[in-house]
């Protein structure tokens, strides 16, 4: 149906390694998230547009009625940080050509812009002859074609398998149903993408959730790893043109008239100029490193309605230390691959792997020494825009997020299955709980928590996973929490 950008390197950004404050001023994890979620929404508007034509009869027609430029403004919570530019027609050899630009902005130091471009044979059955993907994260840029990739970033490059194997048809086949067969509520059809971060072609289901007086709505099933964004939707008017695109309840896609209503927010503050995001709690937490289980409630300052983790009202979370919880298959199988974020096939990788681990065979041993090798290796930082973990081994340095990638990547070239987790970590000094990077390493099938910033083996009672069903929603409403310490068990 469409192609997938990247997503856009996370960060959290501390003074220290253990700080005493969390600097509002830059907000990289929400600016990961809500990148993971603008990615997602741009992918759509490009080939979305096809609903507002006449029914075609091959597949060929319908790309040929595609072309053409069209603008959007992307607003978190109604706040525009903005635009997507998608434009579609053909090359100077006649072949099909789809370009999608995004370019958003969330605070002040950041400045996130992301391009792609995709070009089918003219030729029937309009095979993928090129795929290319370029953002500021780290300068990157991947090129695919004839089943390989090209991928230059901070400077380096390097040449990788990658599936090219996508045709015309894979690529509009949700637009042609819905402009051809008049689905109707609850029936399903897939489509195939390119996945610029593993490299692959991805299958996503779309369902159709309203037919009725000629307004259309679909939403894009979950998989197995579903992103924390929430569900992608798209509202169509009866024209079948994309009226509005959302990807959970706070970052949407609108589409306008033109460049300039596009742009509006240029003219405006960023939106997380002056934010806070980091929780007070009612009193400190003593000796937190000493915690077996914490329990704390969530209180709105304002008295509104809380909606942690898709749960009004008042909410309660609770923490053990060390905490286990057994890992799905789907979740192995992803968390060690390698891809362009996690590049753990990469040779300056292994090395690195090779020098932590040694010799060590047992997985927790093999866990612990990642841990306390990446806490040392690196020397933590303050760091702005998005950084890949090519930027992170070269410069030797890092914010938590970079850390936390760090060891995601060494994992997996190690054979042991990592990944990222964002949430909230209390800093004692401060007496609050703010934004925090670590990891959850899979261990016999469990996955167990580590936090090479920090080096902690294990993963005390203070750590707090945003949830991955609602972490906008959770990081919107930071600003106006507080924590109440209910329960502490030493």
């Not at 149903?177 to 689905?183: I, S």
């Amino acid at each position: 149906m469409q192609w997938r950008p990247a997503p856009t390197g996370r960060r959290v950004t501390r003074k220290t390694g253990r700080p005493l404050a969390f600097a509002p001023r830059r907000l990289g994890i929400a600016a990961s998230i809500i990148g993971g979620g603008l990615a997602t929404l741009a992918l759509i508007v490009a080939a979305a547009t096809i609903w507002q034509f006449r029914p075609a009869t091959t597949d060929a027609d319908v790309a040929a009625q595609l072309a053409g430029e069209r603008w959007y403004a992307v607003t978190f919570r109604h706040t525009p940080i903005g635009h997507y530019r998608s434009e579609a027609g053909r090359t100077d050899d006649g072949d099909f050509e789809f370009r999608g630009t995004l370019h958003f902005k969330l605070d002040d130091d950041v400045d996130s812009r992301i391009e792609d471009r995709l070009v089918f044979d003219r030729r029937s059955p309009h095979r993928l002859i090129r795929a290319e993907h370029a953002s500021t994260k780290g300068k990157r840029r991947v090129v695919i074609a004839d089943n390989r990739a090209e991928i230059v970033e901070s400077g380096s490059s390097r040449s990788l398998d990658a599936d090219s194997d996508l045709e015309l048809g894979d690529y509009l086949a949700v637009e042609r149903w819905l402009a051809t067969e008049a689905p109707e509520p609850g029936e399903v059809r897939a489509a195939r993408s390119v996945d610029f971060d593993s490299l692959s072609i991805a299958t996503d289901r779309w369902r159709v959730l309203l037919s009725d007086a000629g307004e259309f709505e679909v939403a894009k099933e979950a998989r197995a790893a579903a992103a924390a964004s929430g569900p992608t939707r798209i509202r169509m008017g009866d024209d079948l043109a994309p009226l509005r695109m959302d990807s959970g309840d706070l970052v949407s896609l609108h589409r306008v008239k033109d460049e300039a209503t596009a742009r509006i927010w240029e003219q405006t503050p960023s939106l997380f100029a002056s934010a806070r995001h980091r929780v007070e709690v009612d009193r400190p937490i003593r000796n937190p490193q000493a915690l077996t289980r914490l329990v704390i409630a969530l209180d709105d300052r304002d008295g509104g309605a809380i909606d942690w983790a898709g749960a009004p009202g008042a909410t309660m979370l609770s923490a053990e230390a060390d905490p286990m919880r057994p890992a799905t298959h789907a979740e192995l199988v992803a968390a060690s691959a390698a891809t362009v974020n996690y590049p753990a096939n990469a040779p300056v990788v292994h090395d690195l792997a090779s020098r932590a681990v040694g010799a060590l065979q047992d997985p927790r041993e093999k866990a612990n020494a990642l841990t306390l090798f990446v806490h040392h290796h690196l020397r933590y930082r303050d760091t702005a825009g998005g950084r890949t973990v090519s930027d992170t081994i070269r410069d030797g340095s890092g914010d938590c997020t970079e850390f936390a990638d760090l060891y995601t990547t060494l994992a997996r070239a190690a054979g042991l299955p990592a990944r990222t987790v964002i949430g909230l970590a209390y800093l004692g000094e401060s007496q609050a709980f703010a934004l925090h990077a670590w990891n959850e390493v899979a261990i016999r099938g469990a996955w167990r928590g580590v936090d090479p910033t920090w080096g902690e083996t294990r993963i005390g009672a203070t750590h707090f996973p945003l949830p991955s069903d609602g972490a906008l929603t959770a990081i919107a409403q930071l600003p106006n929490l507080r924590f109440r310490v209910v329960e502490t068990e030493y």
